[in-house]
């Protein structure tokens, strides 16, 4: 049993290649088909993606200068062989292995779709935070666990943008190729990925329909390294506490450096974004 992935990217293939070295190192990577759907401003910055295709070669890349976004993503669904879509933004990192495997996520998604709207790796009882940047906090999870480390909530309980009740989000969450390929979902159009997001959040008719419960992890294993943003309408704040530029990260990573995947391990993850400083390996 196999998950497809989705991963947009825009000049940011530093940040990918650590997303995708985490993968790898914490997860079963290859029990997913991974589509990496990439855009660059300058050649510099495709010549980031080239280096990362030679590490991940089995990973599926798009163009979107060849397409529009949202049809590159309906059509990798809509051909998708399996019954598990999954999502990730490329400024996430598993800094942890999941308690739960690929193909157990696939069995919750697929079988319990019913039941469930989907499957998060970014939340948990330890996301208690809201917003890291001012230390808000969320509403108490009350959550009871349904099987070994996996918990359940009714999502429906909480506010619609704090992030128990975010039902949709492109950061390491997972739903069923049923729900995504349903009229409700499927017709929207969307030109970045944020779009989707505020499109499916806010849709009364859809939130009404949907399962009330959700799925995750006792504890998180995906956040987001906030230190920098590639979206034009700064909606969400990014390197506030530690901020790297794209070019900045780019350079590095031409000259052969790696962000280091150890450096996040031990930190206390108590929010779904966060931001952390970069600490670099040695050149490959």
């Not at 914490?26 to 980031?48: A, F, P, R, S």
């Not at 193909?103 to 319990?112: G, Y």
């Not at 918990?151 to 969450?173: A, C, M």
């Amino acid at each position: 049993m196999r998950v497809t992935c989705i991963i947009p990217s825009l000049n940011r293939a530093c940040q990918l290649d650590l997303l995708l070295r985490s993968i790898r190192e914490n997860w079963q990577m290859n029990d997913l088909d991974i589509h990496v759907i990439y855009k660059y401003d300058e050649l510099e910055y495709l010549d980031g993606y080239a280096k990362i295709s030679e590490d991940f070669p089995h990973i599926k890349w798009h163009a979107e200068d060849l397409g529009v976004f949202s049809d590159i993503i309906k059509n990798i669904i809509k051909k998708s062989k399996n019954s598990t879509i999954g999502f990730f933004v490329d400024d996430c990192v598993m800094f942890r292995k999941p308690s739960i495997s690929v193909t157990e996520v696939d069995r919750c998604v697929s079988i319990w779709n019913d039941m469930y709207v989907g499957f998060s790796l970014r939340l948990g009882q330890n996301t208690i935070v809201q917003n890291y940047l001012t230390g808000e906090l969320q509403h108490t999870l009350q959550a009871r666990e349904v099987m070994y480390n996996v918990v359940e909530w009714n999502w429906k309980r909480y506010p619609r943008t704090s992030n128990y009740g975010y039902w949709f989000s492109w950061d390491g969450h997972f739903y069923s190729k049923e729900l995504l390929t349903s009229d409700r979902v499927f017709s929207k159009y969307f030109g970045i990925h944020r779009d989707l997001e505020h499109q499916l959040i806010t849709d009364n008719e859809l939130y009404v329909s949907l399962p009330n419960k959700m799925l995750a992890c006792k504890a998180s294993s995906v956040f987001v390294n906030t230190v920098n943003t590639v979206q034009t309408d700064g909606a969400i704040p990014a390197g506030v506490k530690y901020g790297y530029s794209t070019k900045q990260l780019n350079d590095r990573f031409l000259a052969g450096d790696r962000i280091s995947l150890d450096s996040f391990t031990g930190h206390p993850i108590i929010s779904c974004h966060e931001e952390f400083p970069l600490v670099w390996t040695g050149k490959i």
